[in-house]
Each structure stands twice: as C-alpha cells, then as structure tokens.
C-alpha cells in the first residue's frame, strides 16, 4: 500500500488556526484542552510545531504592540489589556506548556502506533509470505501426491489413470507454483514416470502372454471340441437330407445351413480369457506415441512362442495336444487382430500362420519318417483334418496342409496296399481250394452281400436250398471282404479332406489294379502253378472266373459311390491280369491231365514189331478214357472250359500215338502195329462219340491220313503237288518220312526176301519224300 502524503498547510492556514484559538471563549473556566486537542494533533500530525510556535510568537508580539497602542491611548485599557494579555500569556504559556506536553505525548504514543503499524504491516506481510508459502506448499503436495499416486496406480495396474495424471501435471494453468525448482524437478521427471508406465504396462503384457501360452491349449481343445459337436451334427443332418450328402462341413451349403450356438471358446464356463493387459498396453503405446515399438515386441514374443509350440522331435503321441495349442494360438490372434485395430495386420499373422504350418509339416513328415503303420497315418490325418476345419472357420488359409495331408494320404494308401497285399498272399496260400460252404441263410445272405457277382447269379444263389455249396472257395470271399476293407480304409483317411477328386479316383484306380493284379492274381498263379490237384486248379478257375466278374461290379459300384460324391468314373483295370492268370490256370489244367495221361503212357506197353494184328485195343486205354472223362466231367467249370480240357487232352493223345509212330523214341515199327496204333484210336472215338464228345475226332485226322497213306500204298500220290495240296495237306513230310524210314528200318531187319524188299521200297519212299521238301521241320 503506497504512504499517504502530507497535506502542506500555507501560512493562512495557520493565521486561521491560531485566530480559532483567540477565538476561544474566554469566559470558560475550563481551559479548552478539547477545542485545542485537534488543532494540536494536525500540527502534531502535520509535523508544523516550530511553524506554528514562530507564526504564535509573531502573533503575541502582534498583540504586544496592539497593546502598547491601545494602553498609550487608553492606560487604562491598556492596564486592562496587559492584564488581559497577562492572562493570555499565562494561557499561552500554559498552552505551550501544554501544547509541548502534548506533543511529547503524541510524540510517544505517535512512535508507539509507528512501530505496532510497522510490526503489523511486518506482520501482514509475513503472513501473506506465510499464506502464499502454504498455499505453494500444499500445491507441491498436492503435484507430490499426484507424483506419489502415480507409483501406487502403476502398481495397482491403473496405466492409464498414471499417464493421464501426469499429463494433468504437466497441463496445470502457470502458477507461483510453476516457477519453483521443484515443479521444475517434476517436469523433468515426468519423462522417467512415463517410462516406468511403459515398462510396468509391457512387463503386464509379457505375463499376459505367458499366461496365454498357458491357456492356448485349453482353448484350442474347447474350439475342436465344438467344430467336433459341430461336425457331429451336420453328419446327422447330411444322412438325413440326400441333397447334402457330398458337403463337407466348412461348405458354402453347410456354413449357410449352420445353426450357430452360443459358444465363445474365449469366455465360457470353462475358460475366460482376459485380453484387458493386451488393450491397456496398446492404448498406453498409443498415447506415447510408441506403437511400432510393442508392435515389433509383440511379433517377436508371438514368433517365439510358435516356435516353442512344436517340439523337435515331434512325438505322434504329443500331436493332438500340439495342434491344439495351434488352434489356440491362432484363435487368440484372429481375436486380437479383429479388436485392436491397426495394432495387428493380417500379414503379421500370416507370417506367424506360415512358419507354424511349415515346421508342423517338417515336423510330422519327420516323424512319420519311419513309420510303417497305416493307422498312425489315420491318426495323424484325424488330429490334423479337426485342426483344419477349425481354422478354415477363422478364414485361415489350409491349402498347404490340404495338400500336405493328400501327400499323407498317398503313402498311407501306399502302406494299406502292402499290408492287404500281404493278407491276400496268405489268404490265397493258405485256401484249401474247395468250394464254400454255408448252412444258414444268415451265413449265405453275409456271404452274398460281402462278394460281388452278377444280379442273375446272386438271384439264383440267394434261392438256392440250405444247406448250399458256393461256387467259390473261402479265398474269394475273403478277397471281396478285405477289398471292401481296403475301400473304406481308402474313403477313411480322405473324409473330410478338400478333394482333388480326379486325383482321388486315379489313386483308388490304381491301388486296387495293383492289389488285384499284383498280389491277388499273381498269388493265384504261384498256387496254380505249385498246385497238380486237378479239383484245387479247377477251385482255382472259377474263383478266378468270379474275380474277374467282381472287377466289373467293384468299378460299377465305387463308380457309384463317388458319383453321389460328385467324383468320377474309376476304372479297374485287373480283368485283364485275372484274364491272363485264367488262362495260365487253364493252361495248368491241361497241364495235370497231360501229367496224368503220360502216367497212363507209361503202362501201355507196346510191341512195334508184333507178328499179328491186335483184336482188341489196348487194356490201359479203358482206364485212361475212364478217367478222363471222370474228372474232366467232375470239374467245377464251364462247359467251354471242360471241351477245351477234352480238346487239349485228346490233342494230347493224338500226338503222343503220333510220336510213338514218327517220334525218335520207337526205334523201327510194322505194319501191324500201326493197325493196333488205329485199332486204339477207333476205341477212343467210339468212346469220345458215346459220350457226346463227337467232334473230338478231328483231333485224330493227321494220324489217320498219315497212316492211311502208308497202309494203303499211295505214296506215289502224296507226292503228287496237286494231290497232295488237296488231299493230304494235314500230312507233315517229315512225319511220313520218318514213319517210312521206321518200316524201312524193320524190312531191313528181316531175313525173308519180301520183307527185305518191301523195306528198301520204304527206304526209296521216304528218301523221296524227304527229297521234295528238305528243308521242312517236322
């Protein structure tokens, strides 16, 4: 507060002051100190005493001389006025008295209030220092416990409640405050609470992590669990509705049709997942300006995990738990990228989602390295086909691991393929070849609905009285039922898998040419050929015979099925190996009997140089026909095959009678052995006429013709180009010739003369012969 002047009195001031003061009443007996009392404190006040005394002299000595006027002109008033001015002086003087008595009072008690108002404005003052002290100190507490609760709400997890308390600090309006050293100290410490913010909030979201490594697994279990139920009831709903019969689930029809139930795999009964430490720390990033950075972070930590995911080696035992926490992991990042914004793109869990899928894929393949058993392949395909049906309905992309479980599924087919070709090896080694028997109609109806046959044969057979023997042996019943076994192991592995269906066909295709050809058909050939029973090789044939049939039913029936797939035709390309076998199992059949026939051979004894003619044909040849017929009759196999066994066996003998006449074996022969030779050949076409076997005659005609040249003497002719052309053309040269040189041979020999004769006209005979066609073999 700036002092007061004085108020500067003139000297008219004063003459109007000290004429107040004469014109005091005079009259009072008091003294008027109260009348004087203010005029003495303005002066007091005014600081004018020595101006007032002198201009109160100048007055008395004004008034002396007033006197000495009036008492020179009037004594007596002028004693008057002495006494008068005697009185006034004493006044005055008591005045003065008073006046300096007063003075040295206001004096004192003037200096007294100077120095109380000088302790009070001392007082006020300290006490504004005071106030403006408390009020700057109970800010600074008030900064401090801001300060101090930040600590406490970083502790407490309050990240953002801390950053905005020091953004308040450092937004406070300027006060006195704000120019003090401590605020000063504040603000720059602000930067380091900042800091401490960020790396309680990061130290938050590292545990946070941890934690969600921890859960990833149970949640990856709870969403394949529910793709699991999921899949459960599209199957219901598809074996209900044959329109839906080839969608899978994750279809476009199976995803429109999808009843959504009410399941978050991340906050359930069972498990919540809190991503609160995950959007703290974004928002917390954000405000500092520092995205990038926990952006990086938070890729490197969740590069790091992934690759703790899988172990190395993988065990197949762990998959299933492996393929879970995949699943749990990416759930929880298509969560994170969906509701943090610009935090996460989708190229940074793509990257994540790629190196998983790759180590996954080295890591299985490596782990199925040495295995040789299917099913391990099956549970594989099983832990890996949930995994990505799972995923696919996060809108992740599985098309390598589609074509990883398609490259699976070709070495599991490759594996079934061995291990049902070994079970057809045994299977046919170990068949005892005799037609299947089956007392019951449950057992024929299992029987009939395992094999493939025709509609006709199958109508006759499921008619047929019990109890009934089978056309086929045990062996072709079991080959259908581990075919159809190897059929639904095949359709197994792929249920469920992204069908490249061309390329699904072509594999079935070929693995069941190769299983019936290179394992059924050749295993069939090896016991033919090491099998000399007839009736087993018969067994043989007609199962062959029905494997062949069941080729064409077994590519119409797959067709079938793969058609209500929206797949393609499949070929089955086996018939012709079936055919092949068949055939060398008839060739086998021909074989035993030639066998048997040799047997009989060896027992016919004859004589090639007898003197007489023989009556009756040989005695072994009636066992011979007798059981050709039997057991050419017996076999269980079509007429077209029993004419050609009849055809090839009488062919067979047709050609041994003809060896014994041309071969090298029988030195030199007669006439009448060669009559005994056509004696047994007649017997056999009278046999072979009597039971309905007429036309195997002609297998006869070469040896007829050939004889009939010889014993009729008609050499001449034969060698005629015409007649022979015409006449003889079944007749082999060299065979005459040597049937020739045979008689020849023996006329030689004798000693009579027309013996000796007719042997060198055989001589000169067959030499002609052999000189018309020298170089035919025979």
């Given at each position: 507060?700036?002092?007061?002047?004085?108020?500067?009195?003139?000297?008219?001031?004063?003459?109007?002051?000290?004429?107040?003061?004469?014109?005091?009443?005079?009259?009072?007996?008091?003294e008027?100190?109260e009348?004087?009392?203010?005029?003495?404190?303005?002066?007091?006040?005014?600081?004018?005493?020595?101006?007032?005394?002198?201009?109160?002299?100048?007055?008395?000595?004004?008034?002396?001389?007033?006197?000495?006027?009036?008492?020179g002109?009037?004594?007596?008033?002028?004693?008057?006025?002495v006494?008068?001015?005697?009185?006034?002086?004493?006044?005055?003087?008591?005045?003065?008295?008073?006046?300096?008595?007063?003075?040295?009072?206001?004096?004192?008690?003037?200096?007294?209030?100077?120095?109380?108002?000088?302790?009070?404005?001392?007082?006020?003052?300290?006490?504004?220092?005071?106030?403006?002290?408390?009020?700057?100190?109970?800010?600074?507490?008030?900064?401090?416990?801001v300060?101090?609760?930040?600590?406490?709400?970083?502790?407490?997890?309050?990240?953002?409640?801390?950053?905005?308390?020091?953004e308040?600090?450092?937004?406070?309006?300027?006060t006195?405050?704000?120019?003090?050293?401590?605020?000063q100290?504040?603000?720059?410490?602000?930067?380091?609470?900042?800091?401490?913010?960020?790396?309680a909030?990061?130290a938050?979201?590292?545990?946070?992590?941890?934690?969600?490594?921890?859960?990833?697994?149970?949640?990856?279990?709870?969403?394949?669990?529910?793709?699991?139920?999921?899949?459960?009831r599209?199957?219901?709903?598809?074996?209900?509705?044959?329109?839906?019969?080839?969608?899978?689930?994750?279809?476009?029809?199976?995803?429109?049709?999808?009843?959504?139930?009410?399941?978050?795999?991340?906050?359930?009964?069972?498990?919540?997942?809190?991503f609160?430490?995950?959007?703290?720390?974004?928002?917390?990033?954000?405000?500092?300006d520092?995205?990038?950075?926990i952006?990086?972070?938070?890729?490197?930590?969740?590069?790091?995990?992934?690759?703790?995911?899988?172990?190395?080696?993988?065990?197949?035992a762990?998959?299933?738990?492996?393929?879970?926490?995949?699943?749990?992991?990416?759930?929880?990042?298509?969560?994170?990228?969906?509701?943090?914004?610009?935090?996460?793109?989708?190229?940074?869990?793509?990257?994540?989602?790629?190196?998983?899928?790759?180590?996954?894929?080295?890591?299985?393949e490596?782990?199925?390295?040495?295995?040789?058993?299917?099913?391990?392949?099956?549970?594989v395909?099983?832990?890996l086909?949930?995994?990505?049906?799972?995923?696919?309905?996060?809108?992740?992309?599985?098309?390598?691991?589609h074509?990883?479980?398609?490259?699976?599924?070709?070495?599991?087919?490759?594996?079934?393929e061995?291990?049902?070709?070994?079970?057809?090896?045994?299977?046919?080694?170990?068949?005892?070849?005799?037609?299947?028997?089956?007392?019951?109609?449950?057992?024929?109806?299992?029987?009939?609905?395992?094999?493939?046959?025709?509609?006709?044969e199958?109508?006759?057979?499921?008619?047929?009285?019990?109890?009934?023997?089978?056309?086929?042996?045990?062996?072709?019943?079991?080959?259908?039922?581990?075919?159809?076994?190897?059929?639904?192991?095949?359709?197994?592995?792929?249920?469920?898998?992204?069908?490249?269906?061309r390329?699904?066909?072509?594999?079935?295709?070929?693995?069941?040419?190769?299983?019936?050809?290179?394992?059924?058909?050749?295993?069939?050939?090896?016991?033919?050929?090491?099998?000399?029973?007839?009736?087993?090789?018969?067994?043989?044939?007609?199962?062959?015979?029905?494997?062949?049939?069941?080729?064409?039913e077994?590519?119409?029936?797959?067709?079938?099925?793969?058609?209500?797939?929206?797949?393609?035709?499949i070929?089955?390309?086996?018939?012709?190996?079936?055919?092949?076998?068949?055939?060398?199992?008839?060739?086998?059949?021909?074989?035993?009997?030639?066998?048997k026939?040799?047997?009989?051979?060896?027992?016919?004894?004859?004589?090639?140089?007898?003197?007489?003619?023989?009556?009756a044909p040989?005695?072994?040849?009636?066992?011979?026909?007798?059981?050709?017929?039997?057991?050419?009759?017996?076999?269980?196999?079509?007429?077209a095959?029993?004419?050609?066994?009849?055809?090839?066996?009488?062919?067979?003998?047709?050609?041994?009678?003809?060896?014994?006449?041309?071969?090298?074996?029988?030195?030199?022969?007669?006439?009448?052995?060669?009559?005994?030779?056509?004696?047994?050949?007649?017997?056999?076409?009278?046999?072979?006429?009597?039971?309905?076997?007429?036309?195997?005659?002609?297998?006869f005609?070469?040896?007829?013709?050939?004889?009939?040249?010889?014993?009729?003497?008609t050499?001449?002719?034969?060698?005629?180009?015409?007649?022979r052309q015409?006449?003889?053309?079944?007749?082999?040269?060299?065979?005459?010739?040597?049937?020739?040189?045979?008689?020849?041979?023996?006329?030689?020999?004798?000693?009579?003369?027309?013996?000796?004769?007719?042997?060198?006209?055989?001589?000169?005979?067959?030499?002609?012969?052999?000189r018309v066609?020298?170089?035919?073999?025979?």
């Amino acid at each position: 507060m700036p002092p007061r002047r004085r108020p500067q009195f003139t000297q008219e001031n004063i003459d109007q002051q000290l004429q107040q003061i004469h014109f005091l009443d005079q009259s009072s007996s008091s003294e008027n100190l109260e009348q004087l009392a203010p005029i003495i404190k303005q002066i007091y006040t005014n600081r004018q005493q020595d101006a007032y005394l002198r201009t109160l002299q100048g007055l008395i000595e004004s008034k002396d001389a007033e006197i000495q006027t009036i008492c020179g002109d009037n004594y007596q008033e002028f004693i008057s006025s002495v006494s008068t001015l005697l009185t006034i002086k004493s006044y005055t003087t008591n005045l003065r008295e008073t006046i300096t008595s007063l003075d040295q009072s206001v004096s004192t008690v003037g200096r007294g209030l100077v120095e109380k108002k000088r302790a009070l404005l001392q007082s006020k003052k300290t006490a504004a220092n005071l106030d403006e002290g408390i009020d700057t100190l109970q800010a600074c507490l008030r900064v401090l416990d801001v300060v101090n609760r930040v600590g406490e709400m970083i502790k407490e997890g309050k990240y953002w409640s801390a950053l905005r308390s020091l953004e308040d600090i450092e937004s406070m309006p300027p006060t006195s405050l704000s120019q003090t050293p401590l605020f000063q100290h504040l603000l720059s410490s602000l930067p380091s609470l900042r800091a401490q913010i960020k790396d309680a909030v990061t130290a938050s979201v590292k545990h946070w992590l941890l934690d969600i490594r921890n859960v990833s697994s149970q949640v990856g279990q709870l969403a394949l669990e529910a793709m699991e139920a999921r899949t459960r009831r599209w199957r219901s709903r598809r074996d209900k509705d044959p329109l839906l019969k080839h969608s899978r689930v994750g279809s476009a029809v199976e995803v429109i049709t999808y009843e959504k139930t009410e399941f978050n795999v991340l906050d359930n009964e069972r498990l919540t997942v809190d991503f609160t430490p995950l959007y703290q720390c974004v928002h917390i990033y954000s405000a500092l300006d520092a995205l990038d950075e926990i952006r990086k972070s938070y890729q490197a930590d969740r590069k790091a995990q992934s690759d703790l995911i899988l172990p190395e080696p993988l065990p197949l035992a762990s998959l299933p738990s492996v393929t879970e926490e995949i699943v749990g992991f990416f759930i929880i990042e298509d969560h994170v990228l969906d509701t943090t914004g610009s935090f996460r793109s989708e190229r940074d869990v793509e990257e994540l989602w790629e190196g998983v899928i790759n180590r996954m894929g080295i890591s299985v393949e490596g782990a199925l390295k040495n295995e040789n058993d299917p099913d391990a392949y099956l549970r594989v395909k099983e832990a890996l086909i949930g995994f990505v049906m799972t995923l696919e309905s996060y809108q992740y992309s599985t098309v390598s691991l589609h074509s990883f479980i398609l490259v699976l599924f070709e070495r599991y087919v490759g594996m079934i393929e061995k291990q049902f070709g070994k079970r057809f090896e045994a299977i046919i080694s170990q068949d005892d070849c005799l037609p299947m028997y089956v007392e019951t109609a449950a057992e024929r109806d299992n029987v009939l609905v395992t094999v493939w046959l025709t509609d006709e044969e199958r109508e006759i057979l499921s008619q047929s009285p019990l109890p009934l023997s089978l056309p086929w042996s045990q062996s072709f019943y079991l080959c259908c039922q581990d075919i159809r076994s190897f059929v639904h192991n095949f359709y197994q592995f792929i249920e469920g898998v992204s069908q490249h269906h061309r390329n699904i066909d072509d594999l079935l295709s070929k693995s069941l040419d190769n299983l019936l050809s290179d394992y059924i058909s050749k295993s069939i050939a090896q016991r033919a050929e090491k099998t000399s029973n007839l009736s087993q090789i018969a067994q043989i044939v007609t199962n062959l015979e029905h494997l062949d049939v069941a080729c064409g039913e077994l590519e119409r029936s797959l067709t079938n099925i793969r058609s209500s797939q929206r797949g393609g035709t499949i070929r089955v390309n086996a018939a012709k190996s079936f055919a092949s076998t068949l055939s060398w199992a008839l060739t086998r059949v021909n074989a035993s009997i030639k066998s048997k026939l040799d047997d009989f051979f060896d027992l016919s004894d004859y004589d090639w140089t007898p003197n007489t003619r023989e009556t009756a044909p040989s005695m072994y040849l009636y066992e011979l026909v007798n059981w050709l017929t039997t057991v050419v009759d017996s076999l269980v196999i079509k007429d077209a095959y029993k004419d050609k066994a009849y055809r090839a066996a009488v062919d067979y003998l047709a050609n041994c009678l003809t060896d014994f006449l041309t071969g090298r074996n029988v030195p030199m022969i007669n006439e009448n052995a060669i009559s005994n030779i056509l004696l047994d050949v007649d017997f056999l076409d009278e046999e072979f006429k009597r039971n309905g076997r007429s036309e195997l005659s002609s297998s006869f005609v070469e040896l007829r013709t050939m004889t009939t040249i010889v014993t009729s003497d008609t050499i001449q002719d034969y060698l005629v180009p015409t007649i022979r052309q015409t006449t003889y053309t079944i007749v082999k040269p060299k065979r005459l010739q040597a049937l020739l040189e045979k008689l020849a041979r023996y006329g030689s020999q004798c000693r009579d003369v027309p013996s000796r004769e007719r042997g060198e006209k055989r001589r000169k005979e067959a030499e002609a012969v052999g000189r018309v066609f020298p170089g035919e073999s025979r």
